[in-house]
């Protein structure tokens, strides 16, 4: 949480936008809790410690609930030559971020309570997001048993549980963890494309297949589909979603606004290196209509940071905390006519939703004052990153919207 914001504050003169919400007016904090919604013109409460005036902004500020990633690599312990878990609180503060899941794959993995325990601390001492560490399904990420979610302390802060790029091989196994997930009331994000030809579209097909049959076997699981990137995995899932399937999915922001063309340009292999690949222009066209339509519920990031001489070894990732609402509100709200409030909805209320937070990701008395100031008519520029990786595929890209703080 933005500092200021744990005394009393008022903004005023700005547009409160939630996924609820779109209406001029002012906000009050206090204790750093959201106190009132204060529509343009009426009375304004007096005597807060910090006032931010939104016409002192020019452009058009809009007030907005911090966003939620459910989905990050901060490669915090083991690769430091990355990303470190302050360079990455660092670059999420700076993209709009107030909360985050950051994934097990680190060195060593996440794979016990204790140690997602220890990463949250660490990042609680910061003090610049709140962050929750998956916990990977199986130990070490080895995929032959399961890990420590068996043995959940009781108050433990779990909010997701992942085996990242990995996925689970073994059925049985899943499903283990599927019950574990379940009983725990814990959801699961799934990485489809991971098993099978790396990139495949068929792999990423048949994984969804997968994940799909089995969920629909475990009583109170809350399944949920990383980064869809291809148009057949978004029928899978609408469908399964109509047939009353627990599932929540989400996209990230590069499969949302590119293509293979601009793999090629960044080149393939190396600096256009993702997973799931950037794909067809007619998926990414699948996926602005699945925006559109709810079958995608959430934005998230899937940051990944990388030195220059991993991406240049084929190491997969972009990073993308720090250029998320840019492309998204580019992309979805100018060019596919997303109202910004149904973008709020995608990139902090639907996320904090999936997590079970529901302190958080709308703009209501009570709820914590996780607030941010975007400018929507400002151009926004790729960098200067806070972030450790150059690996942006959006570098000189021109985009509109811009976080201010
Ligand atoms: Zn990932």
Redesign the pocket.
Known sequence: MNSLLRKSALFKNVLVVDENTSMAGAVSVENGLIAGIIPQGARLPKGAAVVIDGSAFGGTPVLMPAFVDL?A?FRDPGFPEKETLESACLAAANGGYGTVVC?ANTRPVIDTFEAAARLKKRADDLGLIDLYPALSLTRGMEGASLSGITAAPRGHAARLLSE??KDVADDALLLAAFNEASRLGVPVSC?CEALGAEGARSAENRGTRRVIDLARRVKGLRCHI??VSTREALSMIRKAKAEGVSLTCEAAPHHLALTGEDADHLGRGTWGQVNPPLRREDDRRALIRAVLDGTIDAIAT?H?PHAGADKEAGAPGFIGLETSFSVCFTELVIKARLPLSRLSGLMSAAPARILGMDDRGIIAPGLRADLIMVDIQAPSTSGPFKSRGRNSPFQGRALTGKVLF
Request: zero cysteines.
């Open positions: 989905h690599h994934m990242d790029g990485h990383a980064h899937d990944a």
